[in-house]
């Protein structure tokens, strides 16, 4: 069997860190990055002896926000469960997490393919928990310990095993990513860990229903990442099968320098966590009044809005998932079209003339220039004829950079077109009498020359001419003035 | 009457007529701590250069019109898994040894916000698990009743220190009957309260779900002005509980015993309970019938389940708090060199006693795979059980009263060698513990020949205030200061 013979079989555990302004159990900042070690903790994410946690309520809220998001059944009555291990960097030598009662089951992520398909995949569970410390290993073969990062919040998101493709993987944490920045949860920068995923893979052959050995990835640091080692994942596991060879139950690291994992452990040592309740922290009732409160919190979901975009707008598909995916943006796109109902035009404006200069500069969409309602003015303009597009282009740089609105521009700048015919017949005469040989040209046959002279005339009239009109005029000029019969 | 056995109310009308200051209070003391401690051991640590300061500032507050607080003028001996500034907690452990908290326990501050002075550190078994105090890694703690007993544990250097004299009360810490059976053993009183009521920020953990800081006491009243002052919620623990109780005037006599309905657990009448311990028992239960009270026998069928139950709850749940002592961050480090699992494993276990180890051990298994259903599963579903068995009982009386401990002090050494025996020291403890109930043992006047024999009265859950005015009044009682 070759290597299209099998399917991949892929479940995602994603850890979402939660950007609260304080720690889980205790007060101190979360901004740990890039700070001094060992200067955002205090006696409790120390575990030092007798401290107690108290939970950050707010990661209660966030964590809530998340399971509606992705439409968990939330667990009216969750609980905190300790996970033992010991490490250096874990500083009660137990994490507390949640074990048997995840506040969120059963959820979904709807996901788009480059080939427009949809699939949902399921969200097996959702749970709160704090991170650990960072361990650094000097070249001394000392380790040195930095607590900054013990006891920020994350949530640990757990998928069905749903997806069948490296790239399905990747379109899921594209949309996980989404949905937890459209929310306010996260950042989801997988770079600087704010996001981290495992990957459990197998194999099995395209049509079977039993699925195979599966093995656990870690250590990736970007989607890219992640692809790339499923791909490998998937290559090497069908050259074993293919080889007659057992896959073992394995927790393997990704290499992502050479490109290939290596195994980190196998099941026989695996650890036992002895997870039990954590008698420091009540069992958290959730009430009905919380939950309406939360979901008042909560803005129009990517999915919904891109639905409701078509169906309001009836703009592309393309279009609206493109704005859809920042929530800046599509309400731009709305605002704008508030100001002119033109939807087409004006998520062709944004996706096209708007995006290209943010991106050139890096800007987000809320440090741009152009206020939403200007743009729908500048199509307005457009529309009714008042300027040509290719002027509206020069009035959208301008807008770009100084912020004005468009009328305004139009007319210190006498910008308007011109539509009078009269006008627009006398500069074409002109332009006839100046340019001879083209009409010759024209008169031989040589078509071509007709954009030719239309270009004199736009020139002779710095564009302001309405192109429309100009056509019309110079063809029935043409027509009788030299029986040249365009087509 | 000597200075440094006088209660809180005594001590507060001598501030009141001047015939006492708090520096002389402080200084007598501090010379019975001088004279007696390096026998007796209760004191682990102590400043008396501190103490005197506070003292004399005391008196300059009071001298310069201040009113007189709560527990002003009233000397505190704080139990070594309690956190006092500037003084080391260690547990009762070489692994902690040298160990300075960067925080001070709600308790502590609660003192002293309400004008009590903090003497020391107390002498306690290993991670308060112990019935003798003899499994402290700084030496055992003699009974000063009887310098051959133990004073009982673990809070015993806490109930030793208070009927040696050496402060005016003491904070224990009670997960098993750590407050009340050292109380019985030193012939003072001791509350373990409702689960909840006081704040454990400060208090090293041992078994989280069980653990409570209470006071010992000369006397009832002693006890229920220091526990009106400890207890309450704290923002800071989130398993303390919001509850303002209503604290109504203590009785001075025994009328309020009139028409009580106290019911006696047939199960700690009979095998198992020392004589002593049954004379004195039967002796309070014929009091009561004098004074008008009813005496009725209940049962608590699962009193037999108790002492597994309570083991092995409370031994994962240290299993689990005791994980982070590694000496990686904070207390000695024993051992240098090797892996890092070496460095667990010989800090850990030159670190730890036996008794500690047993119950790390212990734990662990019971939390394991493939045991955690048999065991902790089982355990937590028999709690709900014994629970309902109280409230049960609690339908035919006001209070319940048992034998604090099945036997009296016995000899230092008479059973260091069989742990069971030992653990049966808390058998009638226990399965308070594990209902998460208040309990007050209260001493029964003994003969001098006679060996100290304490009581437990037992209430519903938050019901401090009538367990106070119930125990009062049988203090009175039992004195015999009634006719
Ligand atoms: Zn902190």
């Known amino acids: 069997m070759s290597q299209e013979e099998f399917e991949t079989v892929i479940g995602l555990e994603v850890h979402v860190q939660l950007n609260t302004q304080t720690k889980i159990f205790c007060g101190c900042a979360t901004d740990y990055s890039n700070k001094p070690a060992n200067t955002h903790v205090c006696e409790v994410c120390m575990g030092l002896p007798g401290v107690l946690p108290v939970l950050n309520q707010r990661v209660l809220q966030y964590a809530l926000k998340a399971c509606m998001a992705l439409e968990c059944d939330i667990t009216k009555e969750t609980k905190f469960d300790r996970k033992h291990y010991f490490y250096p960097d874990l500083p009660k030598a137990y994490q507390i997490s949640q074990f048997d009662k995840p506040i969120g089951q059963r959820g979904t992520i709807r996901i788009e393919l480059e080939d427009g398909t949809e699939r949902q995949i399921g969200v097996t569970r959702i749970h709160m928990e704090e991170d650990a410390g960072k361990s650094l290993h000097a070249e001394n073969g000392e380790t040195l310990v930095d607590y900054n990062r013990a006891c920020v919040p994350l949530l640990e998101i757990v998928s069905e095993p749903d997806m069948r493709t490296p790239e399905e993987a990747r379109a899921y944490l594209e949309k996980l990513r989404l949905i937890m920045r459209y929310i306010g949860v996260s950042e989801c920068d997988m770079e600087n860990g704010s996001l981290r995923c495992d990957v459990n893979v197998s194999v099995r052959p395209v049509g079977t229903k039993k699925f195979g050995t599966k093995v656990e990835v870690k250590n990736m640091n970007s989607f890219r990442s992640v692809v790339r080692a499923l791909e490998y994942e998937k290559k090497r596991q069908v050259r074993q099968i293919k080889r007659e060879q057992r896959i073992l139950q394995q927790t393997m690291l990704w290499d992502d320098v050479k490109g290939e994992t290596r195994v980190m452990r196998t099941k026989e040592n695996a650890d036992d966590y002895r997870y039990f309740p954590e008698p420091d922290l009540p069992p958290v009732r959730i009430s009905e009044d919380l939950i309406q409160e939360v979901s008042l919190l909560l803005p129009e979901l990517p999915d919904k809005k891109v639905d409701r975009i078509l169906k309001t707008y009836g703009i592309p598909a393309y279009n609206a998932r493109l704005m859809a995916e920042d929530r800046e943006l599509s309400d731009f796109f709305e605002n704008a079209v508030k100001a002119h109902n033109n939807p087409i035009s004006i998520s062709n404006w944004i996706l096209s003339e708007l995006l ?110 309405n192109p429309g009109k100009v056509n019309e005029i110079l063809k029935s000029l043409l027509l009788t003035k030299y029986q040249i019969e365009c087509p | 009457m000597q200075a440094n056995r006088l209660t809180i109310s005594e001590i507060q009308a001598g501030l009141k007529g001047k015939t006492l200051t708090c520096e002389s209070l402080a200084k007598q003391y501090l010379d019975t701590i001088a004279a007696h401690n390096s026998d007796i051991n209760a004191f682990l640590e102590i400043d008396p250069n501190q103490v005197i300061a506070d003292a004399k500032a005391a008196d300059q507050r009071l001298a310069g019109g201040g009113a007189i607080r709560e527990l002003e003028g009233v000397f505190a001996g704080i139990k070594d898994n309690i956190h006092v500034l500037n003084q080391t907690t260690t547990c009762g452990s070489k692994i902690l040894a040298g160990f300075k908290p960067i925080y001070e326990a709600t308790v502590v501050k609660r003192l002293r916000d309400a004008g009590a002075i903090i003497m020391g550190k107390l002498n306690c078994d290993e991670f308060a698990m112990g019935s003798s105090n003899e499994n402290s890694a700084f030496g055992p703690v003699k009974n000063p009743i009887n310098r051959n007993l133990v004073p009982g544990g673990s809070s015993g250097g806490s109930a030793a220190a208070v009927a040696a004299g050496f402060c005016t009360i003491a904070l224990g810490s009670d997960t098993g009957g750590s407050i009340r059976q050292p109380a019985a053993f030193c012939s003072v009183v001791g ?293």
């Open chain 2, 191 to 483: 509350l373990k309260p409702t689960y909840g009521t006081v704040s454990r920020r400060g208090l090293v953990a041992f078994a989280s779900s069980f653990d409570q800081i209470g006071p010992l006491a000369l006397c009832v009243n002693d006890a229920s002005l220091v526990h009106k002052v400890i207890s309450g919620k704290d923002e800071q623990d989130a398993t303390s509980l919001t509850h303002s109780p209503t604290w109504s005037e203590l009785p001075k006599d025994t009328s309020s015993l009139k028409g009580l309905t106290v019911g006696v657990p047939k199960e700690f009448l009979g095998d198992g309970i020392d004589l002593e311990v049954s004379e004195a028992m039967n002796q309070t239960i014929e009091k009561l019938g004098h004074m008008g009270a009813k005496v009725v026998s209940v049962s608590l069928k699962l009193v037999d389940r108790c002492l597994p139950v309570y083991y092995i709850l409370s031994s994962a749940e240290a299993s689990s708090n005791l994980a982070r002592y590694d000496s990686v961050r904070y207390g000695p480090r024993l051992h240098e060199g090797g892996s890092l699992d070496e460095l667990y494993l010989n800090n850990r276990s030159l670190g730890f006693g036996p008794e500690v180890k047993r119950r790390i051990i212990l734990g662990t298994y019971v939390l394991s795979e493939g045991y955690y259903d048999a065991f902790y599963l089982k355990a937590q579903k028999m709690r709900t059980l014994i629970r309902q068995d109280f409230e049960k009982a609690f339908q035919q009386c006001d209070v319940l009263l048992t034998p604090t401990s099945p036997f009296p002090p016995f000899a230092l050494g008479a059973k260091t060698a069989d742990p069971m025996a030992m653990y049966l020291a808390d058998v009638c403890t226990v399965p308070v513990s594990i209902a998460g109930l208040p309990a007050i043992s209260i001493p029964v006047p003994r003969t001098s020949t006679q060996l100290p024999v304490g009581i437990q009265l037992i209430s519903r859950a938050l019901e401090e205030d009538q367990l106070f005015a119930y125990a009062m009044a049988m203090e009175v009682m039992l004195k015999g200061n009634h006719l």
């Open chain 1, 356 to 465: 290209r200069e943010l991106n050139k500069d890096l800007l987000p969409i809320r440090d741009c220039k152009i206020q939403a309602v200007h743009l729908g003015q500048l199509v307005q303009l457009i529309d009714s004829g008042v300027i040509s597009g290719k002027i509206a282009k020069d009035v959208f740089e301008v807008m770009y950079k100084e912020g004005k609105d468009p009328k305004s521009i139009v007319d210190s700048r006498g910008l308007t077109q011109i539509s009078d015919d009269s006008k627009i017949e006398e500069i074409i005469l002109t332009v006839l009498t100046n340019n001879a040989q083209s009409v010759n040209d024209m008169q031989a046959g040589k078509m071509k020359a007709f954009g030719f002279l239309v270009g004199q005339i736009m020139k002779e009239t710095k564009g302001k001419a």
